[in-house]
């Protein structure tokens, strides 16, 4: 959905503990989604993604699960790590589509700050 | 394998003055795609090209705003007359088809207007 420029909200953890950053996407219709990592003066770097007709997705350490219902998606990192500080923004891929691209709508974005 | 290489990383332009971004595709790449980020927002879609064509600008000012991706050499993000406004963060992402296949994003210009 749109971002309006508030300050991104932030999910503090402590090392070692999992982690669940949660999104809610803006059209139902969306039938691709992508979780992005974001650290500082970088680009995004992706995750892991998802596609409509699934409802969970694991890759190492990365959980993402789907709720079409509600229109949620979260991603769980197992065993958070100092590395995994960053900014996370999730991304839906929202038709109509007439020209087969994969423009991505992003959400607004969580920090997620990792205490040793 | 070159990632997605975006030159400059920092850009500096003073009011009414024209920034040329560039964008260098990984390797077999034939899909572009352009995006603006303001500070603690998320991407916005701007642009998408293919090779010698623009596909979907829906994204991008109608004015001011322009990108190609010519047959040889970089995608160019133009961006004429700019003001304050423009100052963001620009980035570019490649992906070797269509739909959904995942994008790879280069590190980005960031652009001041002053």
């Known amino acids: 959905g749109e971002s309006v420029g508030l300050h991104l909200p932030t999910l503090s953890v402590q090392e070692g503990d999992n982690s669940i950053i949660n999104c809610a996407y803006s059209?139902?219709?969306?039938?691709?989604f992508i979780w992005y990592k974001q650290e500082s003066g970088k680009g995004p770097q992706f995750i892991i993604d998802?596609?409509?007709?699934?409802d969970k997705r694991q890759g190492q350490r990365v959980t993402v699960l789907l709720n079409k219902t509600v229109k949620h998606l979260s991603l769980q990192i197992a065993a958070t790590q100092p590395g995994d500080s960053a900014v996370y923004f999730c991304a839906e891929n929202e038709p109509p589509r007439n020209n087969a691209g994969n423009m991505l709508t992003f959400g607004g974005g969580t920090r997620l700050m990792v205490k040793p | 394998n070159a990632g997605v290489m975006q030159n400059p990383r920092h850009l500096v332009r003073r009011r009414g003055q024209e920034a040329r971004l560039r964008c260098s595709p990984m390797k077999g790449h034939s899909h572009v795609y352009w995006y603006r980020q303001l500070p603690e927002e998320g991407l916005k879609f701007m642009v998408y090209l293919q090779k010698e064509n623009i596909i979907d600008e829906s994204g991008m000012p109608k004015e001011r705003f322009s990108a190609e991706f010519p047959k040889e050499g970089p995608s160019i993000l133009r961006i004429q007359q700019v003001v304050r406004g423009d100052s963001a963060a620009y980035f570019c992402?490649?992906?070797?088809?269509?739909?959904?296949?995942?994008?790879?994003f280069g590190q980005g210009t960031r652009l001041t207007v002053v």
């Open positions: 998802i596609r409509s007709n699934m």
């Open positions: 992402a490649s992906s070797p088809l269509g739909g959904d296949t995942e994008a790879f």
């Open positions: 059209n139902s219709a969306s039938d691709y």
